[in-house]
């Protein structure tokens, strides 16, 4: 078939130029937007008389025939036959209607033509990435409300460092989550302005009225530079960013959860549904899902590291290099909306073990600073606090004791202001539940930070 640009050219494209040059394996998957973008511009050429009401006609019900093939999968789309999408629906367009689909390329360049189709693209992937966040946090919400009362211990350098909740350390991760969904929204705001109209660079000499069409695609405004409007992927590798960062989350996540599923940790069981065995030692329950979450991170960044790489050296406007963008920021999307929609179920059916997490946090002598805030409160200096219990966690390494179960009067041997209320004063659920000062473990505390992701939740509900 016939390069649709084959008039300046009089030898044909060698073959493997032809398929080192094709992007249809990749950009085909945009289908539904070059078709929309290119609806919305055949309204505004006819509507602005650039060209015929009936050609505009005869535009439109051609690419909604062509778009419900698609959707059914009644056509092919091979290199052999098409450049990319933009060539493709415009050479099935003439086909179809004959002479009116020659017209549609009127006032448009490929240039504007992709930029327009990618950023619909980022758009309606940006809102399923931040639904599928919704049903994380939702999930996160759940679990911590069922455990804002099952002590845990909490960790520095992955040493049993003070006693928190389940719940509380489940409401960390869903503030990382808030605040990936924040970063996605940004993104969407940042990218909401429309490309088309800017031409290969240059704009166009027709009469066209860009507003128009931004209005028929969801803009809320146009580009406001035609070189930047064909030449700015600042969306996408912003995009890619926020994405990385989400996947550190979601990496961190599964890290914890693959320790808390260790014989050593048994902190939570994951359902049968969501692990996977060995193929030798019939006895293994491993944790798949987490390690793929983790490696698959590192996909994630280097889309993002191919993005800033391309585009870091290229002079305006538009240059062939970009077109590498879209398997970079499809494969992070991509990638990101499988690690979601396996983890939300598998957070739902894991059982947590909370015997197993209190009989943790009794060991390691995790209430040793509210034993030193006892004293502290009772008029000793906190450094001769510090000191006083340094003291007791020694006696109790070498006679086998928890700050628990101590005898008074070896407490008293150390410093005379221990008294029997001391015990109650380092109960693992006083400890917790004593740490009430914002954003800390107390129960009630986790449950008013449950309440604000809820309606953060609530307010997006309603925009």
Known sequence: MAKLWAGRFKKETDQAVNAFNASIGVDQRMYREDIEGSMAHAAMLSRQGIITEEDGRQIRLGLQSILKDMDAGAISLTPEQYEDIHMANEQLLTERIGEAGKRLHTARSRNDQVALDLRLYVRREIGEIAGQITELLEELCTLAEANAETVMPGYTHLQRAQPITFGHHLMAYANMFRRDAKRLENCLEGMDEMPLGCGALAGTTYPIDREFAAGELGFSRVTDNSLDGVSDRDYCMELCGCLSILMVHLSRLSEEIILWCSWEFKFVELDDAFSTGSSIMPQKKNPDVCELIRGKAGRVFGDLQTLLVMMKGLPLAYNKDMQEDKEAV??????????????????????????????????????????????????????????????????????????????????????????????????????????????????????????????????????
């Open 330 to 463: 499809f494969d992070a999307i991509d990638t990101v909306k499988a690690c979601l929609e396996v983890l939300t179920p598998m957070m739902a059916t894991m059982t947590v073990l909370p015997d197993n997490m209190r009989a943790a946090a009794r060991k390691g002598f995790l209430n040793a600073t509210d034993c030193a805030d006892y004293l502290t409160k009772k008029g000793l200096p906190f450094r001769d606090a510090y000191r006083a219990v340094g003291e007791l966690v020694a006696i109790c390494i070498e006679t086998g004791h928890v700050l628990d179960d101590l005898p008074l009067d070896q407490y008293q041997a150390v410093c005379p202001l221990f008294e029997a209320d001391v015990y109650q004063a380092i109960d693992l659920k006083t400890c917790v539940g004593e740490r009430k000062s914002l954003g800390g473990p107390a129960p009630d505390e986790v449950r008013r930070q449950i309440q604000k992701i809820r309606a953060f939740l609530e307010s997006r509900k309603s925009e």
